[in-house]
């Protein structure tokens, strides 16, 4: 095996940053074979299940490789002894972190894809590595000056997917269909005395996280559903008990709950959150999208100004948040070019398909190639 992509989770954020450039690297002559996975214990059993059952389900491509999960990762797997490159979020849990040791002792490329927006606690790149950052303002912020790390701009996959309306229903959810009562903000009358609905929209839970602190996240999710009608809905990460408790207040004092099973792009009207990706992924979809803090600490006004997120504030009508500028090609098809720059597309007689590989990216190196 030539390449390891290392996944801590099958989740929205790295599918798109990992999965979606290995769809297109399969599109090139003498790659998908040599394309190993490595994921959490959990995972790695449900997946192979699913292969091997033929499951529809399965997020990898057919025929996949997927790495045992070993206890000792000391010693590199035998599959991976002729590893060249490794494509990870980074080396801070356990997958990426056996994928970056291996890496070190086969002398493999470590190759970092950012995955979400970079906020202030998130882990150190690791050394020697290269990061394929969403923008070059996000690249600068995390190498911070480093001149052992390289990056390279290419975008953001999950956003070129947002504005594209990839896996967005034909008819989406309201954004009420929750499980509490409604405030009653939605409901309004026409010039012409006809009834006519206003959509509040869906305020991004972040209650679980620990960048901030949960009463200033909660005031914040208050403050904006109560002035707006807009529906609270949870993060999937907000199953513990206190968070479920304040679910439970805030649905007797009149807020709608929402279900954090259902996708944004199901949702409909605006969209708020204190510094959740999601606010990017609306802009990028159309959608009006702020956010708001009762009183924002350093590191997050500096977040929203490198992001360009408006902030929302009681009795105001701020401008929308603007979609992030757009790179020129699609982010995992330049990935795919960056991990595999020799290669070339199958051709109708490789494949037995008229499937075509698009053209030669546009990167933009930073600091070198490693």
Not at 41 to 49: A, I, N
Not at 98 to 119: D, E, I, S
Not at 175 to 191: K, Q, S
């Amino acid at each position: 095996m030539h390449t390891l992509v290392a996944l801590d989770s099958l989740g929205p954020t790295q599918t798109a940053a990992l999965l979606r450039p290995t769809e297109r690297a399969a599109l090139l002559q003498g790659v998908a074979d040599g394309v190993a996975y490595l994921l959490p214990q959990e995972l790695s059993v449900r997946v192979v299940t699913d292969m091997v059952t033929g499951s529809r389900h399965s997020p990898l491509p057919t025929r996949a490789r997927v790495v045992d999960t070993v206890a000792d990762i000391s010693r590199v797997p035998e599959v991976l002894r002729h590893l060249d490159q490794v494509l990870a979020v980074g080396n801070y849990l356990a997958p990426g972190a056996a994928a970056y040791r291996w890496a070190c002792a086969t002398g493999a490329r470590f190759t970092v894809v950012q995955h979400g927006l970079l906020a202030h606690q998130v882990p150190p790149l690791p050394a020697q590595s290269h990061l394929l950052a969403f923008t070059e303002r996000d690249a600068d912020w995390w190498r911070a000056g480093r001149t052992d790390v390289t990056t390279t701009t290419v975008g953001s996959q999950l956003l070129w997917e947002a504005a594209r309306g990839v896996g967005t229903p034909e008819e989406p959810s309201r954004p009420g269909a929750g499980t509490g009562a409604g405030t009653g903000a939605g409901a309004g009358t026409g010039a012409d005395g006809a009834a006519t609905t206003f959509d509040p929209g869906v305020f991004l839970g972040q209650l679980h996280g620990a960048e901030l602190a949960r009463r200033d996240a909660a005031r914040a999710a208050l403050t904006y559903c109560r002035a707006t009608g807009a529906v609270y809905r949870p993060h999937p990460a907000e199953t513990d008990k206190l968070s479920r408790m304040t679910h439970a207040v805030w649905q007797r004092q009149g807020l709608t709950i929402g279900s954090s099973a259902t996708p944004l792009a199901r949702t409909t009207g605006p969209v708020a959150a204190v510094f959740s990706t999601g606010v990017l992924e609306a802009a990028a979809a159309g959608r009006p999208a702020w956010v708001t803090h009762p009183a924002p600490p350093a590191w997050l006004l500096e977040f929203w100004d490198r992001y360009g997120m408006t902030r929302w504030q009681p009795g105001t009508d701020p401008t929308p948040t603007l979609a992030l500028p757009e790179p020129t090609t699609e982010p995992a098809t330049a990935i795919a070019a960056h991990l595999f720059p020799g290669a070339a597309p199958h051709t109708e007689r490789d494949s037995g398909s008229s499937s075509h590989h698009p053209g030669p990216n546009t990167l933009r190196p930073r600091g070198g190639q490693p």
